[in-house]
C-alpha cells in the first residue's frame, strides 16, 4: 500500500482495450512509443494460422505492456500456428522487451506453434545476441554460422 510517499509512473498507462483502433485487416495498438501494429491472416491470401506483429519505437518497461496484450491475444487464437514479430521499427530493447518475448515463445510452444522475430535493427540483434534468446527467437546465431566460433579482438 501507498503511504503517500509512493511514486506515480511518469508515463502514462493507456489501457490496451481503449487503446485500439482497427483499419482495414490490420490493428494498431497504442500510439507513440511501444505501438503494436497486428496482421491476423484474415485477409485474402494469408495464412490464417499466422499472426504478424509489427511493434514499433521502444520496448521497454513503460511500453512493452502493448506488446506483451497483443502477443496474449495472439495466443488466445485456437488455429494459431505462428507468431512473427518484425523488429524492424524497434529501435530500442531492454529486458523488460526481451523477457516478454521469451515467455511468449515458450508460451507459443506449449501451443505446438512457433513464435520469432524477424529484421531486428543492428542494436536490438545486439541485445538479442548478448541475452543469448535469438536462436530461442529463431534467429541464426552468428556464432555458429561456418566459421570460427572466437573471434580476435583489435
Known sequence: MCDGRCRQPAVPVVPYAAAIGMVGG????????????RSTGAGSGEDPGRVTLR??????ISTVGTLE???TDALAR??????????AEVRFLDSSGVRVLVLAATAARERD????????????ARVL???AVGPLLGLADPLRADGPTWRRLT
Open 129 to 131: 545476441q548478448i541475452t
Open 113 to 124: 506453434a512457433v513464435l520469432r522475430v524477424t529484421d531486428p535493427q543492428p542494436v536490438v
Open 26 to 37: 490490420r490493428t494498431m495498438a497504442g500510439g507513440g512509443e511501444g505501438s503494436v501494429e
Open 55 to 60: 511493434p514499433a519505437g521502444e520496448l521497454d
Open 69 to 71: 496484450a497483443a502477443l
Open 78 to 87: 485456437p488455429s494459431l500456428r505462428e507468431i512473427v514479430v518484425d523488429l
